[in-house]
């Protein structure tokens, strides 16, 4: 039973397409969060779901959207895809009220070509 | 924002050796956890760990919420221990919501 799954695991794509990752979570988390881990590694967040709501935007660039339609599933569109987007996509959830951990799903490589 | 510094930046072990991996943060936190990434990609947690000592087998973490540091200990390193292990933080005061700052990484190899 995977806890935070995402769709699909490998995205070529080429520049000034557009595309979609799903994100959903069967842990009953009322919070979900999408994170950008670029080619040295680094982690960062770039925006922050709470039952639906949006709670936080890293400044990222608006071609990107998340989208959650119930708080069990948070959704990345990326419109006009550029050569900097390439990158590993990571969502999570956590239940923020809690406190508790967050549990990240297994990773979307995007190769923009 | 709350600064995550990771040290070292990278660790070279023969199997069997032991090593400690350290995370300073610059402010107070609500949460911090230690993550393994391994060489598939996949983000492994391994510790919750805001403040206390937790062991889960060779591993084992402590975190001094006072003194703004974790420290990750791995005893009898295995091959499969390779990879890169983040510390990442929750800074405290009401308006993160969970959100998740990450150190740079500490990369691990492990050769046999």
């Known amino acids: 039973d995977t806890a935070v799954s995402q769709t699909p695991k490998y995205l070529v794509t080429q520049m000034g397409n557009d595309k979609s990752i799903k994100c959903e979570q069967n842990l009953g988390h009322d919070t979900m969060y999408w994170y950008k881990q670029d080619s040295k590694k680094f982690l960062k967040i770039m925006f922050s779901?709470?039952?639906?709501?949006?709670?936080i935007n890293e400044t990222v660039p608006n071609r990107f959207s998340p989208k959650s339609p119930d708080k069990a599933h948070l959704n990345l569109h990326i419109n006009s895809l550029e050569l900097g987007d390439s990158a590993v996509y990571f969502c999570?959830?956590?239940?923020?009220?809690?406190?508790?951990?967050?549990?990240f799903g297994q990773g979307t490589r995007l190769t923009v070509v | 924002g709350i600064q995550v510094e990771q040290s070292p930046p990278d660790l070279i072990l023969q199997e069997g050796a032991n090593s400690t991996l350290r995370c300073n943060f610059s402010?107070?936190?609500?949460?911090l956890q230690w993550f393994h990434q391994n060489p598939w990609g996949q983000l492994i947690n391994l510790f919750y760990?805001?403040?206390g000592t937790k062991q889960n087998g060779r591993l084992s973490a402590t975190t001094v919420a006072t003194e703004r540091y974790s420290l990750l200990y791995i005893s009898s390193s295995q091959t499969t221990d390779s990879g890169v292990y983040f510390c990442a933080v929750e800074q405290a005061g009401g308006t993160s919501y969970g959100k998740l700052t990450f150190g740079q990484g500490t990369i691990l190899t492990v050769h046999p």
């Open positions: 402010d107070s936190v609500n949460n």
């Open positions: 999570a959830s956590s239940q923020v009220r809690v406190g508790t951990e967050a549990f």
């Open positions: 779901y709470n039952n639906k709501e949006l709670i």
């Open positions: 760990i805001p403040s």
